[in-house]
């Protein structure tokens, strides 16, 4: 079983989609049983929130649940407990290294580098959760042709 960990800052927009689209997909290409798949901050200030409205609605748009959801923190202990550490963006990169230390820093990656590249669109500055919606589609779609 391959266990992936999605992080983000808060654990309320990019990342709770992230989880959710990857659940929906496994499930739908029959893989869900090979996979743990979850999400957690790097900081506490989200802590016990639910998905952001905006990015539950874009979920909602294209046949997600994403109901009971609460952010998370992301723990020095995870880093025996995952496989994969999938961040947003560089600065969540930087801060999942600095959190799990050595032992989970060389699991740690962008979730756009298996898809050529970049940062995750952040939907709370920009407002738009489609378009970071699109960009996690599309780091996951490259993430699976990987494993």
């Known amino acids: 079983m391959t266990k992936i960990l ?14 959710f689209v990857m659940k929906d997909l496994v499930e739908k290409v029959g ?16 802590i016990g929130n639910p998905v952001y409205p905006p990015a ?5 748009a294209h046949g997600i649940s994403c ?4 952010a998370a923190l992301l723990r020095f202990s995870d880093a025996e407990k995952y496989d994969l550490f999938a961040c947003m963006d560089e600065s969540n990169l930087r801060s999942a290294k600095r959190i799990l230390g050595a032992a989970g820093a060389e699991k740690c990656k962008k979730l756009l580098s298996f ?12 407002r738009d959760f489609e378009r970071a919606y699109e ?7 490259g993430l699976l042709k990987t494993l």
């Open 6 to 19: 999605f992080i983000c800052l808060g654990n309320i927009c990019r990342i709770p989609m992230a989880e």
């Open 31 to 46: 893989l869900a049983d090979e996979f743990q798949i979850d999400s957690a901050a790097t900081c506490r200030d989200e």
């Open 56 to 60: 539950r609605a874009v979920l909602k």
């Open 67 to 70: 109901e009971g959801k609460r």
């Open 115 to 126: 898809a050529g590249g970049g940062d995750v669109s952040d939907p709370w500055y920009t």
């Open 135 to 141: 960009d996690i589609c599309r780091g996951i779609e």
